[in-house]
Antibody
């Protein structure tokens, strides 16, 4: 049974870097059938897609976060990671990692599905000095 | 990208049917059949209950059904049960190849 587990510091200072890792068990992150993503949930903004990555290291980012964001993948450890730079209080949220199946979009080809079919339990990250 | 609009709360008695709306634009809900719905119990992660407007993942009750008309998608829960009390979020793929979520609806079973 697939499990995703977020880990990292729960408290980050303003202007510093938020770093989270998602460890996948019960399935291979190297599978060509899936993409791996991040979503966050804050009281003020609800659910927000952050971005996702394929085993080939192709990345897809939310334009509103792209300038501060890096998502990477480590297939040897079956993990993928999120780095969000220059954080502020508005980045305080529960961060979820999730899986997206590969999806056929017709003439444009295969990309991450328009939905997230498995989620980690989530991790609260607070940005505060 | 603005969040999709959902009613803040919907309630119903056990056994009744309720419907939650999710309104977007032609650039998201209205443009594609890429609407999904998630159920979230307090302190838990969202759980996918519908995708591509009408499809249920394996293991999800057939009491959950979806539909779409123009820029508005809908989730219907029939035979409402106490365990259905949760927050529900819609989501849509967009013309910008991004994902947008709804504002969320709290379902109360009376």
């Amino acid at each position: 049974q697939l499990q995703l587990q977020e880990s990292g510091p729960g408290l980050v200072k303003p202007s510093e870097t938020l770093s989270l890792t998602c460890t996948v068990s019960g399935g291979s992150i190297s599978s060509s059938r899936y993409y791996w993503g991040w979503i966050r949930q804050s009281p003020g903004k609800g659910l927000e897609w952050i971005g996702h990555i394929y085993y080939s290291e192709s990345t897809y980012y939310n334009p509103s976060l792209e300038s501060r964001l890096t998502i990477s993948i480590d297939t040897s450890r079956n993990q993928f990671s999120l780095k969000l730079f220059s954080v502020a209080a508005a980045d305080t949220a529960v961060y979820y990692c999730a899986r997206l199946p590969e999806y056929f979009y017709g003439s444009v080809g295969f990309f991450g599905a328009p939905y997230f079919d498995s989620w980690g339990q989530g991790m609260l990250v607070t940005v505060s000095s | 990208q603005s969040a999709l609009t959902q009613p803040a709360s919907v309630s119903g008695s056990p056994g009744q049917s309720i419907t939650i709306s999710c309104t977007g634009t032609r650039s998201d809900v209205g443009g594609y059949n890429y609407v999904s719905w998630y159920q979230q119990h307090p302190g838990k992660a969202p759980k996918l209950i519908l995708y591509d407007v009408i499809n249920r993942p394996s293991g999800v009750s057939n009491r959950f059904s979806g539909s779409k008309s123009a820029n508005t998608a809908s989730l219907t829960i029939s035979g409402l049960q106490a365990e259905d009390e949760a927050d529900y979020y819609c989501s849509s793929y967009t013309s910008s190849s991004t994902y947008v979520f709804g504002t969320g609806t709290k379902v109360t079973v009376l």
